[in-house]
């Protein structure tokens, strides 16, 4: 099959015309470690009478992106319904809830109204499997959600309808933030789903938490219309019990109905519980990196961080050992303000050093999405800066040897800005490999690998930024 290069302009006349288009990326890399529930040859959907999940209990890693989905569905097709799988790993991931489980969602935004001719089936994948759970399985749903984004008739019907399987709450201008819009200005900005407990086929006895982390908010446009990566994270014991303080300290701040005023002005129980400080009338974490359960090599980092920090990304940029970590990529779809710059010179410091530095940007939103000021400093550098054809919304960092599968991965949902950084309510995961020990350092080395491949398949088609 010959493979053709579209150029973006055609690709979004494309999209506004409302024509399926399919980009030829070549999927290739390691396998997954899971096996998912399918008939026919086809994942099975979950819905509110039937939860499909995972034919086995899952190992401690597992990554997936949406471009296996686009090389078979195409790019923004209008007419077709059925959810992506990308939707329906994340669903029945979800349907492994154990009996009583506690779930716990953290999104920027949800959208799971539609219309008679374009459902949103994609986010309803894993709304009906939280339905099934709820009814039959008597599991307390909590979600916590950014009320700029939920406002009018589209607020009336999002909390019609998550109401039937738990309680909705909102937060404006972010939850930990307790400044004026015209002052600070942040957003809940999390996308998460943490589960208490699981019942996967095959597991041992005892309570076993997931976490699942994507960088999509649970909504078609943006699992259609994105580049986007999720991880699920089973068993890690000490990272749910982050999320877990995370969540409710959000939760504390959040109200059901529009709240009148910014953020939470005193400490809460959960705020405390969760040990965050106060600075410039925004709750930080005090601690930049949480390490979880022993030999897993696995770090959470919370959103807001003090000002004076220096951030998590340059943080593992100038630690890293050039002579062994040689290879630096980064895809990341905002890059913009003055942590932008510092993230620009910083990666311009690795290449002195000797490291070989790959950049690839979302080319989707204009100028808001790519300060001009970092791509001068990258391209100054000659670090290989590309933008990507299709509007990609990861935010992925690698670093790791040229050639090999040992090395540390950064996944979240923290843009490189100003006010991912230090003000909105956000998380990254950091997987180290070097730092896992035996099964969990080869699942990890998996994860590296399956990180790589879709950095290498996000990378294929690109264009000049």
């Not at 010959?2 to 890399?29: D, T, Y």
């Not at 998590?312 to 630096?328: A, S």
């Not at 490999?433 to 879709?454: C, I, N």
Request: with cysteine; aromatic share 8%.
């Amino acid at each position: 099959m010959q493979h053709f290069r579209i150029p973006s302009v055609l690709l979004r006349a494309v999209f506004i015309l409302g024509v399926s288009v399919s980009l030829v990326l070549s999927s290739v890399g390691p396998a997954s470690a899971l096996t998912y529930s399918s008939s026919g040859g086809k994942l099975i959907v979950p819905t509110a009478d039937t939860c499909p999940t995972v034919t086995d209990a899952p190992r401690a890693v597992e990554v997936w992106l949406n471009t296996t989905d686009s090389e078979t569905r195409g790019w923004w097709d209008p007419k077709n319904n059925d959810p992506w799988d990308f939707s329906i790993k994340m669903g029945q991931l979800v349907c492994g809830a154990a009996p009583n489980a506690s779930i716990r969602v953290g999104m920027y935004f949800v959208r799971s109204i539609g219309t008679a001719t374009r459902k949103e089936s994609d986010p309803d994948a894993i709304f009906d499997a939280l339905v099934y759970l709820h009814t039959k399985k008597n599991a307390n749903v909590e979600m916590v959600l950014e009320n700029f984004q939920h406002t009018g008739v589209d607020r009336e019907r999002i909390m019609t309808k998550w109401s039937q399987i738990g309680t909705v709450r909102f937060c404006r201008n972010g939850c930990l933030n307790y400044n004026k819009e015209s002052v600070y200005y942040a957003i809940e900005h999390e996308k998460y789903i943490t589960i208490s407990d699981t019942n996967y086929p095959g597991e041992t006895s005892g309570v076993h938490p997931m976490l699942i982390s994507s960088s999509g908010n649970l909504a078609r446009s943006q699992i259609r219309n994105y580049w986007q990566e999720a991880v699920a994270v089973y068993d890690d014991k000490e990272l749910n019990r982050q999320f877990v303080l995370r969540h409710d300290a959000l939760w504390s701040c959040g109200a059901t109905s529009s709240p009148k005023a910014e953020g939470c002005k005193t400490k809460t129980t959960a705020i405390a519980a969760a040990a965050l400080k106060s600075e410039h009338k925004i709750w930080y974490d005090p601690i930049q990196r949480h390490a979880t359960d022993s030999g897993r090599g696995t770090f959470v980092s919370f959103s807001p961080q003090k000002y004076s920090v220096t951030n998590f990304y340059i943080t593992e940029f100038n630690r890293t050992d050039c002579t062994v970590d040689k290879r630096v990529r980064v895809a990341m779809f905002k890059l913009t303000g003055t942590r932008a710059l510092d993230m620009a010179k910083a990666l311009s410091a690795l290449v002195k050093r000797g490291c070989q530095v790959e950049v690839l940007l979302s080319s989707d939103g204009g100028s808001h999405v790519v300060d001009k000021a970092a791509l001068k400093i990258l391209k100054a550098a000659k670090i290989t800066t590309r933008c990507s054809m299709i509007a990609m919304h990861t935010k992925l960092v690698m670093i790791g040897p040229m050639v090999g599968d040992d090395g540390i991965v950064m996944a979240g949902s923290v843009n490189m800005s100003l006010a991912a950084m230090r003000r909105n309510d956000e998380h990254v995961l950091t997987f180290d490999t070097r730092r896992a020990d035996g099964a969990y350092k080869e699942d990890l080395r998996r994860a590296y690998a399956q990180y790589a491949a879709g950095f290498d398949e996000l990378n294929r088609n690109n264009e000049a930024c």
